[in-house]
């Protein structure tokens, strides 16, 4: 594969995975309700969603994509009812320091696994950007297992460059909350992000 796709493939990823989305907003209230060490099931879950999309959309499975299109709203729905959930107990969450390392309310690491598989498989941006953008940055046809294997480091790579520099930016700001009303107004407004995150996912098509 010439390194002249390689290129075009990773900064049109870079675009769409660094831009505020719903998976952004998610993640970066976690981390300032929770801390960065709570969203690594949910940061792992992102990854390899992205990870499936791509593999689906290298196989040619746009076409099955269409066809289990209502398999696809089911997983929707799921990812936007759990992320209802969370801001609804994110709003409700303790407000004293030391009582906020309580009980997640994301839940387990299960959970936040789920929650981060189901919102990466189920958002529209992401699902257009491999099945049907990807065709015009790669040669799809010419794909092989070889070229498939140096793409998916290439998405990696640069998904951990865009989520870990969220991540911290994140963590540093999480350090200024350390008073309960600062407390209650990162909890709050996070509880905002994911109520909208879930919003706006449902309102695209």
Do not use: C
Request: glycine residues 8%.
């Amino acid at each position: 594969m010439e390194t002249t796709a390689l290129l075009v493939f990773a900064g049109a990823l870079f675009l769409n995975a660094g831009s505020p989305g719903p998976s952004i907003a998610v993640l970066v209230s976690q981390v300032l309700t929770r801390g960065a060490a709570t969203v690594v099931p949910f940061v792992a879950a992102m990854w390899i969603g992205e990870a499936a999309w791509l593999a689906a959309a290298l196989a040619g499975l746009s076409v099955l994509a269409e066809r289990l299109h209502l398999v696809f709203v089911v997983v929707k729905w799921a990812g936007i009812a759990y992320l209802a959930l969370l801001a609804v107990r994110m709003w409700r969450s303790p407000t004293d320091p030391e009582t906020h390392g309580g009980d997640a309310p994301e839940g387990s690491a299960l959970a936040r696994f789920g929650s981060g598989l189901a919102l990466t498989l189920g958002n529209p941006k992401i699902m257009v950007f491999y099945v049907a953008l990807l065709p015009s940055l790669v040669d799809v046809a010419s794909v092989g297992l070889a070229e498939w294997a140096l793409l998916t480091a290439v998405q990696v790579t640069v998904m951990a460059v865009t989520d870990l520099g969220w991540i911290a930016l994140a963590a540093r700001v999480r350090g200024l909350f350390r008073s309960p009303l600062a407390m209650r107004i990162a909890n709050r407004t996070s509880a905002v992000a994911m109520g909208g995150a879930a919003a706006v996912i449902a309102t695209r098509s």
